[in-house]
């Protein structure tokens, strides 16, 4: 896992890594784990983790720390190309930045 490019960490003590281009960030939930009530009361629960994993791609992207990018954006992910993948019981997002070359 040392040489992965990006890593996200589990509440569970795993690790889900990316090994591919740089440039990319990755962020994985559990996929049945039950979302703080706080975050649903106040973003809603249908599809919670995909939202999140998707902002949390964003908030990496750019540099901000996850509750500032709550306070300025919500779960929005604009700017951000996702590839979301449901494998093993978990919620994976892969990320880049979308720009004029992304295709």
């Known amino acids: 896992m040392a040489d992965a490019v990006t890593r996200s960490h589990l509440s569970d003590g795993r690790v889900v890594g990316w090994y591919g ?12 784990g039950t979302p703080p009530d706080a975050l649903t009361a106040r973003f809603g629960a249908e599809d919670f983790w995909v939202r999140w994993t998707s902002a949390e791609c ?8 996850m ?7 919500g779960l929005d992910r604009s700017g951000v190309d996702v590839e979301i993948v449901e494998r093993d019981g978990l919620v ?3 990320a880049r930045a979308v720009t004029e070359h992304t295709p």
């Open 21 to 32: 281009e740089p440039g990319v960030v990755i962020d994985a939930e559990m996929a049945d």
């Open 67 to 73: 509750h500032l990018w709550l306070a300025e954006h």
């Open 58 to 65: 964003a908030a990496k992207l750019a540099g901000a720390p």
């Open 92 to 94: 994976i997002c892969v």
